[in-house]
């Protein structure tokens, strides 16, 4: 057989389309004929600028890089919190093979395929351009939740039911099992939109993504570069990145919380995860106040070279995570465990070391070469409230540390705590607690009450709901007015005015009320959980009146953290930036670290020059 002759066919081969030479054509006259489109037609692509987040979300899928996220000159909208304005996709329809997964994929639903797909030029470079509605394109091909390659739901976290959890002070959260880890990991399309929500913008597409792999050391090692306290913030994170979470807008965000939390258990110490250490510099660095905010400032600095000293004027490290977090939201392990994690890169804390008292602020101030205040807000905000002088009316702050740290298990049978935050929400639940230890539940109560009705109450929806779920009764939009006491001197109520607004026009705070519309709450104990208060009686006067604040009474500190007063730096809830929660207060220690080594730097630079 002859092998050219074969591949090739016969000569007499073109021969054969004579046949079709005297036969009536099938032509479309166009455009008098048409055709209807299909519904599902794709044709070139639509997308809803107002809509768009810029995610990239359609140019990771492409399987022909035919989409690109550029700068849009003049995109004329309000730039938004969980956004990446401007950038908008660009298609490039030289590349583009019309299969429809970027719309298949787009989070917010902005991204379409039209039914349009006529377009002319000589140039090729015209066909590379950013799809808009104001192309007046007809939309052909649309996402469907019925059929997508997006997991849509979350995998469900085990916990404990309310009828168990209310009666122990075990965690609440199960966690993740191995399997459950890498399936809520496998739903992360690695945008990185989350990161502009967490305060500390950590890296939680590649930890995700080390996560989804099975390397869980490295997942850490990431969770470090920007969070010394990966495991706290596991369990009792705010995690605004899950509220900017492109899946909110289609489906269930991801569980990022619950998996950082899953990455850092499976590790029982940080060693093999820790970041390189520096040379020592032979600068001394003081940290007054063990919270997170000092303990983020502390760890880091030591990365850096400095050797660094914590006072702490309690018992315990951790502030406020190891004097009021209850148990069931953060065990001390786990407290104990990064702490430890810590002090292993040469932090020296102190404890039981009052500043002011056991040694003096200026002598810390001449002894060290730079000082972070991380004090915190740690004294009970008295609201003046008309009775509040009983021994029956305590703070919230107090309640929650004679509980955790001191070991306080007395309780009365009805409790009103007054407050409508994520303290209040400690304090009922964990008064409720100690009910049900002591009396069984029988003929107990715990109900809050606070300014805010139930759209404004500042609470999270999780702590509110857990609270419901486990019998807490709530009196939203309801203002304390007086303690009322029986016969016997002993507390028998709450007097409470209904709220007319909290806020005036301009949003401040500013609450006003009907005070012809009353009624008493009864309850035998009172726990105020209105908000805390910092303390500056340490500060020597003549250094205090240096202090620069801002208007809402924090200290001023610059975009390094540094005060008014030089080499004096400080964070967490003390300053504008902090969001009264560990991850703003575990960033600006960061951001506190960094500024502190560019002014000794600074510092040590300017000294040299002078001796040159």
Not at 278 to 294: M, Q, R, Y
Not at 541 to 560: A, I, S
């Amino acid at each position: 057989m002859d092998e050219k002759k074969y591949k090739n066919g016969s000569l007499l081969t073109p021969l054969s389309s004579v046949k079709y030479l005297f036969k009536k054509p099938h032509t479309l006259q166009f455009p008098k004929e048409t055709k209807p489109v299909p519904e599902r037609y794709r044709g070139f692509h639509i997308n809803d600028l107002e809509k768009c987040i810029g995610c990239g979300n359609c140019r990771d899928i492409c399987p022909c890089a035919a989409i690109d996220l550029v700068k849009v000159p003049n995109l004329n909208i309000k730039p938004r919190e969980g956004a990446n304005d401007p950038y908008r996709p660009q298609i490039d329809y030289g590349r583009c093979s019309y299969c429809g997964l970027c719309v298949e994929v787009c989070p917010t639903g902005s991204l379409q395929l039209s039914k349009d797909l006529i377009y002319t030029s000589p140039d090729p470079d015209s066909f590379v351009w950013v799809p808009s509605t104001e192309q007046g394109r007809e939309p052909g091909f649309v996402q469907s939740d019925e059929i997508t390659p997006l997991v849509l739901d979350k995998t469900p976290m085990r916990e404990l039911e309310p009828e168990v959890s209310k009666k122990t002070f075990a965690e609440l959260i199960q966690g993740f099992t191995d399997e459950e880890a890498k399936r809520e990991a496998m739903r992360c399309l690695g945008c990185g939109i989350c990161m502009q929500g967490c305060p500390a913008h950590m890296k939680i597409p590649e930890y995700i993504q080390a996560i989804f792999e099975g390397k869980n050391t490295l997942s850490v090692k990431y969770m470090l570069e920007d969070n010394a306290l990966p495991g706290i913030c596991g369990r009792i994170c705010t995690h605004a990145c899950q509220d900017d979470c492109v899946y909110n807008y289609r489906g269930e965000p991801i569980q990022i919380m619950w998996l950082k939390r899953y990455a850092t258990d499976k590790l029982d110490t940080y060693k093999d995860a820790e970041l390189s250490k520096k040379p020592l510099t032979g600068k001394k660095v003081a940290v007054i106040g063990s919270g997170p905010s000092g303990l983020s400032a502390a760890y880091y600095l030591s990365t850096m070279g400095y050797s660094v000293t914590i006072f702490e004027k309690r018992s315990r490290a951790g502030g406020a995570l190891g004097l009021g977090i209850p148990l069931y939201r953060l065990p001390v392990y786990e407290l104990d465990k990064e702490i430890d994690h810590i002090k292993s890169m040469g932090v020296e804390i102190k404890l039981n070391t009052e500043v002011g008292k056991n040694i003096k602020f200026g002598s810390i101030m001449k002894k060290y070469d730079a000082v972070y205040m991380g004090i915190g807000l740690s004294y009970g905000r008295s609201i003046h409230l008309k009775g509040e002088e009983h021994p029956d009316v305590i703070q919230g702050v107090d309640f929650l540390r004679g509980v955790k740290v001191e070991g306080k298990r007395d309780i009365a049978k009805r409790v009103i705590v007054i407050g409508g935050g994520n303290v209040a929400m400690d304090v009922a639940r964990t008064a409720l607690r100690l009910q049900q230890m002591k009396y069984g539940g029988e003929g107990t109560e715990t109900q809050t009450v606070s300014l805010e009705d139930w759209d404004i109450m500042p609470a999270s929806q999780e702590e509110i709901d857990g609270a419901l779920a486990e019998g807490v009764k709530f009196n939203p939009g309801w203002g304390p007015k007086q303690v009322i006491l029986d016969e016997n001197g002993k507390i028998k109520g709450l007097e409470v005015m209904k709220v007319k607004s909290v806020f005036d026009e301009n949003h401040r705070f500013h609450p006003t009320f009907f005070e012809d519309q009353t009624k008493i709450l009864e309850g035998d104990f009172i726990i105020e959980a209105v908000g805390q208060m910092y303390n500056f009686s340490f500060i020597p006067k003549e250094l205090f009146e240096k202090l620069k604040f801002t208007p809402r009474r924090r200290v001023w500190v610059d975009e390094y953290g540094e005060t008014s007063i030089p080499g004096l730096f400080a964070g967490g809830d003390l300053v504008e930036t902090s969001k009264g929660n560990a991850i703003s207060a575990i960033a600006n220690g960061h951001r506190a670290a960094i500024g502190i080594d560019r002014y000794l730097k600074e510092k040590m630079e300017a000294h040299n020059e002078s001796k040159g």
